[in-house]
């Protein structure tokens, strides 16, 4: 008996080869088409692109400097650039603006390169290279030129377009089915097949949907392309994902084809709540997200505003918030966003103000550090979920470091220091703690790591609590059992002015370039940015140039060797070889001025370090009113009015407090096992929500409050509740 699998392919085979037997596309196919068409049109070759073709392409068909024989997955697949260059010159071809416009010439050529390209059937071991760079490059052609290009060519084409079919083993839910069946459903309106062109749209049409615990977008709004839970919303999830569906849906929109407007709205949702939350600024990339594509060089420059503008055109919810969006990355605004968010399904959280924007990485017992290499780029990136807290103002201090970059020293990173990284097939570890999470309203939030490295014998409790203009950093249990030092990084970043520090009670210095190890300091400021110490610290500082090559982040071949020179400042902790109870207190004060922060009334006066033991971390912001404490075991904390605050497990809390008595509370289970937090105040309190259950006592005047946690996929999230006095 036929396996069904099998049967669809015989039968989409013989879809393929089946000549036209005289029926037209409907005016709404043609309709799509030419909206596909257009938009390949948008981008043309310049005519010095079209000349450095031409000037590459032999007389075979093949150009001189693509090495056919390498189709291994290190090689990178350089063969895809001929497909492409194809592409270029049939844009030239097409458009009317073109010198090279209905140029013959050109076509000749496209033909010979085709020639070349279906004679040989070029297949590299990278099955992506096969179901979709060359079947996308290759439909494009076809929609482009097709009719104008020999028919043996055409269909010689199609076995290798039709590599990109539902049944390909990268077509799996999510990431890249959408963009798998968007290039077989490009194909099929070539080929004129209007009934596998509908069943394909409606695959589409229900890729946009919740797949907590799968592949696909989380509830959380984040992204994971693989079982391993990685964050990949800004990767897979931006381009492969969401803009693949948002491209389709603007190819169908005013049609039969027109996608629901529910799944188009979720897909807004997913933009603004999950992808934008993710970019600095909603504009610019944030490093912290990456992963072995940190490994690629890149340019500087904001996101594109095409999938904005489609948006746009296919739903008007939420347009006020994508408006300014897009006039952000057009640079017609500036940032004026405040919001702090939990990534409960990813272990991220963020945090922006109009005038910065951080991020805290980590893994636990329910996901996985960081993407493997596939591929080969990407193989210093094991300690890049170890607690990274990267800091942007303008959102390039990171851009291409990464070459020069101390890969032991990562910002907001514990880390053995080790000769050097473990092989490039020890990247991918799980994790070895249930204890990482957040508490946060929205606006606020701490962050608790309860961190065992999955590389080295080393384990922390780490945790940050951030505020408004000012967030600050614990660390404690500090312990590690191999003979070498142990590093807390503050921050390792592009150099950028001079470097000050204060100790106590002196002025300011300046530091010359070099390695210095310093002690009893209060200050360091470093391109508005200022570090202080509750107390009088020692601390390690680099600033000076360093060197490296991108050849040294990768397995890839081709990749440039040339030295790179860049100057980078480093501040970090030294914990020194195997601590047994090592600890780390500082304070961040992103966009500060210099003589603001050395008089100290930019943090010493405003944050107080409550607790930064194996029991409990907790911080106090004074004008705020807000208590932020992390309850790692059962344990009791005296706030610094005199609130005692305690719980019976291990949990989260923020608690505001106004006038001597708590008004609101935010909790929630890092661990993830719980129904309920239980919590003791001192004082009588009441609450009308019905997810809260107080008893109180007179005699001990004080109240003990079950506040139910969310549970299934929203498990680690926070819920707040309202508390007053009793009369």
């Not at 991220?348 to 005038?355: A, D, G, S």
């Not at 000050?500 to 209060?522: A, E, F, Y």
Request: hydrophobic share 35%; charged share 25%.
């Amino acid at each position: 008996m036929t396996h069904p699998k099998h049967l669809f392919l015989v039968l989409f085979t013989v879809l393929l080869f089946t000549p036209k037997i005289g029926f037209c596309l409907d005016g709404e196919l043609d309709t799509i088409k030419d909206r596909i068409v257009q938009e390949l049109l948008k981008t043309p070759p310049s005519e010095g692109e079209v000349l450095s073709i031409l000037d590459k392409i032999q007389e075979d068909g093949s150009f001189k400097d693509i090495n056919y024989e390498d189709l291994s997955r290190t090689a990178g697949f350089p063969h895809r650039r001929h497909t492409l260059a194809l592409v270029h010159l049939a844009k030239a071809y097409k458009d009317e603006k073109s010198p090279y416009h209905q140029d013959k010439t050109i076509l000749e050529t496209i033909s010979k390169g085709l020639g070349y390209w279906v004679e040989n059937d070029f297949v590299g071991d990278n099955w992506h290279n096969n179901q979709i760079s060359t079947p996308t490059n290759l439909v494009n052609l076809m929609l482009l030129l097709g009719d104008e290009l020999p028919k043996t060519l055409v269909d010689g084409a199609q076995p290798m377009i039709g590599r990109a079919h539902m049944e390909a083993s990268g077509a799996r839910p999510s990431g890249d089915r959408i963009v798998i069946a968007g290039i077989l459903a490009k194909n099929l309106l070539f080929i004129e097949d209007k009934e596998t062109f509908d069943d394909i749209i409606t695959i589409i049409a229900g890729e946009v949907k919740f797949s907590t615990g799968k592949r696909g977008m989380q509830h959380d709004y984040s992204f994971h392309h693989r079982h391993d839970r990685v964050n990949n919303t800004t990767s897979y999830g931006y381009g492969k994902y969401a803009n693949a569906f948002g491209e389709w849906s603007y190819y169908v929109a005013g049609t039969s084809y027109a996608f629901d407007k529910k799944s188009i709205n979720q897909l807004v949702d997913y933009y603004l709540e999950g992808i934008y939350k993710q970019l600095v600024y909603g504009i610019y990339e944030d490093i912290s997200v990456k992963n072995r594509s940190i490994a690629n060089k890149t340019t500087f420059q904001p996101k594109g505003t095409d999938e904005i503008h489609k948006l746009l055109s296919s739903t008007d919810y939420r347009s006020e918030e994508l408006k300014e969006i897009l006039a952000l990355r057009e640079g017609r605004a500036t940032p004026t966003k405040s919001f702090a968010k939990f990534f409960w399904q990813t272990e991220h959280f963020v945090v922006q103000r109009p005038n910065y924007y951080t991020t805290v990485r980590m893994y636990s017992t329910r996901n996985r550090n960081m993407e493997v290499p596939y591929n080969g780029p990407g193989i210093t990136t094991h300690h890049r979920a170890d607690g990274t807290n990267y800091l942007f103002l303008e959102g390039d201090e990171y851009h291409d470091i990464w070459p020069v970059y101390d890969w032991q020293k990562i910002s907001g990173t514990t880390i053995l220091q080790k000769p050097q990284l473990h092989g490039s097939d020890e990247i991918q570890v799980d994790g070895l703690t249930d204890f990482v999470g957040a508490v946060t309203d929205g606006l606020y939030g701490a962050v608790a790591f309860d961190f065992i490295s999955g590389h080295d014998s080393i384990q922390a409790k780490k945790s940050w609590f951030f505020f408004e203009d000012i967030y600050v950093c614990l660390g404690t249990d500090i312990k590690a059992e191999q003979d070498l030092p142990v590093a807390t990084t503050i921050n390792q970043v592009l150099m950028n002015g001079e470097v000050q520090i204060v100790r106590k009670n002196r002025k300011p210095t300046k530091l010359k370039k070099g390695d210095h190890s310093l002690k009893g300091v209060n200050y360091v400021y470093h391109d508005r940015i200022g570090y202080a110490f509750p107390e009088p610290t020692a601390i390690k500082l680099s600033n000076q140039e360093e060197q490296g090559r991108w050849s040294d982040l990768t397995l890839q071949k081709n990749i440039s060797r040339e030295l790179i020179k860049k100057d980078v400042f480093t501040l970090w902790f030294d914990h020194g070889k195997q601590p047994e109870n090592g600890s780390y207190s500082y304070m961040v004060l992103p966009d500060i001025d210099a003589d603001h922060m050395f008089s100290g009334n930019a943090s010493d006066q405003v944050v107080r370090v409550l607790a930064n033991d194996g029991k409990t971390q907790a911080v106090a912001h004074q004008e705020l009113g807000m208590y932020q404490v992390i309850f790692y075991e059962e344990g009791e904390i005296t706030l610094e009015n005199g609130i005692k605050v305690a719980s019976k497990s291990p949990g989260m809390a923020q608690l505001k407090v106004k006038e001597g008595v708590v008004t609101e509370i935010h909790v929630s289970d890092p661990s993830r096992k719980q129904s309920f937090l239980t919590l003791t105040l001192s004082g009588q309190y009441s609450s009308e929500n019905p997810k809260v259950s107080i008893s109180t006592s007179s005699e001990n005047n004080q109240s003990e409050l079950s506040l139910e946690l969310p549970e299934g996929v929203y498990a680690g999230s926070s819920i707040g509740f309202k508390i007053e006095t009793l009369p």
